[in-house]
Each structure stands twice: as C-alpha cells, then as structure tokens.
C-alpha cells in the first residue's frame, strides 16, 4: 500500500451534515512545502444541541498526520486542543503524551466528514485492499480524544471515484463512503453529503 497518487486537491469543497444531526461543513485545503493544510469549519445541531468546530490539520507528502489544532465551541463553553504526531505512531494532546493512542496514523474530527480522507490518501488501497485504520478520534461537543479502531476495503469504483466499506465498531456503523477522484467524500451515509 502507498498514498493515493492523485492530482492536488480543489482549492474549497463543502458538505452538508445530513441524517445524524443537520449542519454545514466546509473544506480549505492548502498546499504546503510538506504536504498540505487542511482548513475547516463545521456546525451543526445534533440531539437538540448546537456546536461548532474550527480545525487546521497538518499532513505530511504521504498524507501522515503531523499536527492537529481543533476549537470548538457548544453550550459547554469555548475550547481547544493541539494534537501532535512523532510520525512512529505516537501522539500528544495539548503537550502530553498519551499512550492509548500508540499506533494511530490520522486524526478523525467527530465534526468533519473531509477527516475521513486521510487515511484513504495515506493507504491508497487497491481495490480488493483492506487495512485496520485506527485514528486519534475527537468529539465535537466537547473536544474530548479517544482512540477510534476503524477499517476501509476498497470496493469497485462508483461512478464519481472510489468507494470503501467502512466500519467503525464503536459506533456500531458500516457503510460504503464514496469519494472523489481527489479522495474527498462525497457520501457519507447517515451522516454527509457533497454539495461543493
């Protein structure tokens, strides 16, 4: 397996929250000398209550997350949190190292739907590939980490790009996501959708 090869990444991309909760997410993705600057914002309503997240997410050329800032904002106040890789698989969070999270490659935002394009990029798996995706996972509401174990599968092509079967056991979800040619979601069943 290696990163996805595709062409650079459109210069915005949005998604609407639909299912889940109802909200709006959209994507600035930078070019950076080592890799790019993912910039976003999303808000929503989930279960009655209101929240929004503001992210700049850090990968490498091989889409290796590197460094991760996050605020978000909900009826529990105002916060933030850095999230930094040693590129080996180890993680700290606002400074401190945090060992459950030993061997995550990505970060994946409870709020985004476009975090789901890191690991898709950074494995760039054939179809008929298959590997277990654990990722440093934070909530939206409340900006807590926690390890999230996942897995993708590349599946035949959909007519737009790839597609994957993704599970994510603690949620108890599994579904096809499809994506574009750059690795950016477009379905994301019960949760987004790609408007832009």
């Known amino acids: 397996m290696k990163a996805?090869?595709?062409p650079g990444l459109p210069s915005t991309a949005a998604c609407r929250h639909a299912g889940a909760r109802e909200g709006f997410e959209v994507l600035f993705p930078l070019p950076a000398p080592d890799g790019y600057r993912l910039e976003g914002f999303s808000t929503a309503v989930e279960d009655g209550e209101a929240w929004a997240v503001e992210y700049a997410i850090d990968v490498d050329r091989d889409w290796g997350t590197r460094r991760a800032r996050i605020a978000g904002h909900s009826r529990s106040g105002r916060r933030q949190v850095l999230i930094e890789s040693d590129g080996r698989g180890g993680w700290r969070?606002?400074?401190q190292v945090r060992d459950e999270l030993e061997g995550c490659a990505d970060v994946d935002l409870e709020a985004s739907a476009f975090t789901n394009t890191l690991p898709v990029r950074r494995l760039g798996l054939a179809v008929g590939e298959a590997a277990a995706a654990?990722?440093?996972?934070?909530?939206a509401a409340d900006l807590r980490v926690q390890r999230l174990e996942q897995r993708y599968a590349r599946i035949e092509d959909g007519g737009r790009g790839p597609r994957y079967d993704y599970a994510g056991p603690e949620f108890n979800y599994a579904g096809v996501l499809a994506y574009d040619e750059h690795g950016l979601i477009?379905?994301?069943?019960?949760?987004?959708?790609?408007v832009a």
């Open 4 to 6: 996805m090869s595709n």
């Open 186 to 194: 477009l379905d994301y069943p019960g949760l987004a959708v790609r």
């Open 134 to 139: 654990p990722a440093v996972y934070v909530r």
């Open 93 to 95: 969070v606002d400074g």
